[in-house]
C-alpha cells in the first residue's frame, strides 16, 4: 500500500477551468510537498505547508492535518499548467526524507 | 545563484561499467538526496545526507554508493551497472529544520545497454 496517494491519476482539462489534484497519505508527517514537472524537464517545488493554506499566483495548496489530505488547486487554467503534479509528505522524524506519490498528469487544452 | 548542479544530463552505459554522477549545491543546504524515477513509479530514494560526513540509505540503495566529503557536493557512484539502473536520477537539496522546501536538479537520463 502506497503511503502517498494522489487522485486522479490523469486528467484533461480546458483552458480556463478551475482545477483540483488530490493527495492523502498515511504517514505522519512534518510537512507536504507539491511539486511540478513538465515533459522531459525538470522538478520544481511548488509548495511546502505544514497547515492551512498558501497561495502563489493561480495556485491554491491546501492541507487539513487531521484527515491526512491536501488539495492543490488551479484557477484559470492554461495549457502551459500541463505537466504532472507530485505530492510528498516529509518524514516527521526529523531526516527531511520525503515519501512521493507518483504523480498526476494534466493536461490543458487550448 | 546556480541552485543545484546536476552532471552529466545524459549517459548510456555498458552493463558493468562504473560511473558517477556529480551534484553540487551552492545554497548551503545541509540535506541533499538521490532519487530514481521510473514509468509509474513515483520517485524512490536512493542514499541521502544530513551533512558533511554523514551519508544513510533510502529505499533502493542496493549497486549505488555516495560520499559527503564536503557540504556542496554529494556523488552518486554506480559501481557495475546494469539494465535495471536504467532511469532518470534526481539529485536534491534542502535546509534542514522542516520548515524548507526541496531544490532539484535537471536530472540524468541513463540507459544501461
Known amino acids: 500500500k502506497n503511503e502517498v496517494e494522489q487522485s486522479p491519476q490523469n486528467l484533461t482539462a480546458q483552458e480556463g477551468e478551475f482545477i483540483t489534484i488530490n493527495c492523502s497519505y498515511s504517514?505522519?508527517?512534518?510537512?507536504l510537498h507539491w511539486l511540478q514537472q513538465h515533459p522531459g524537464g525538470g522538478i520544481v517545488s511548488l509548495f511546502m505547508l505544514s497547515s492551512g493554506k498558501k497561495k502563489h499566483g493561480r495556485l491554491i495548496a491546501t492541507i487539513n492535518i487531521q484527515e491526512k489530505h491536501s488539495s492543490l488547486h488551479i484557477t484559470a487554467s492554461h495549457p502551459r499548467d500541463s505537466a504532472v503534479y507530485i505530492c510528498a509528505a516529509q518524514d516527521r522524524g526529523g531526516s527531511e526524507k520525503l515519501v512521493f506519490g507518483k504523480g498526476m498528469k494534466l493536461t490543458v487544452n487550448p | 545563484n546556480a541552485g543545484v548542479t546536476q552532471t552529466p544530463k545524459f549517459q548510456v552505459l555498458k552493463t558493468g561499467q562504473s560511473m558517477t554522477l556529480q551534484c553540487a549545491q551552492d545554497?548551503?543546504?545541509?540535506?541533499m538526496s538521490w532519487y530514481r524515477q521510473d514509468p509509474g513509479m513515483g520517485l524512490r530514494l536512493i542514499h541521502y545526507?544530513?551533512?558533511?560526513?554523514?551519508?544513510d540509505q533510502g529505499e533502493v540503495p542496493n549497486g549505488y554508493n555516495v560520499s559527503r566529503s564536503t557540504t556542496e557536493d554529494f556523488p552518486l557512484r554506480l559501481l557495475s551497472a546494469a539494465p535495471s539502473q536504467t532511469s532518470v536520477y534526481f539529485c536534491?537539496?534542502?535546509?534542514?529544520?522542516?520548515?524548507?522546501?526541496?531544490?532539484f536538479g535537471s536530472g540524468t537520463r541513463l540507459t544501461v545497454v
Open positions: 545526507s544530513v551533512g558533511a560526513g554523514i551519508t
Open positions: 545554497m548551503n543546504h545541509e540535506y
Open positions: 504517514v505522519g508527517i512534518s510537512a
Open positions: 536534491a537539496s534542502s535546509g534542514t529544520g522542516g520548515n524548507y522546501g526541496y531544490t
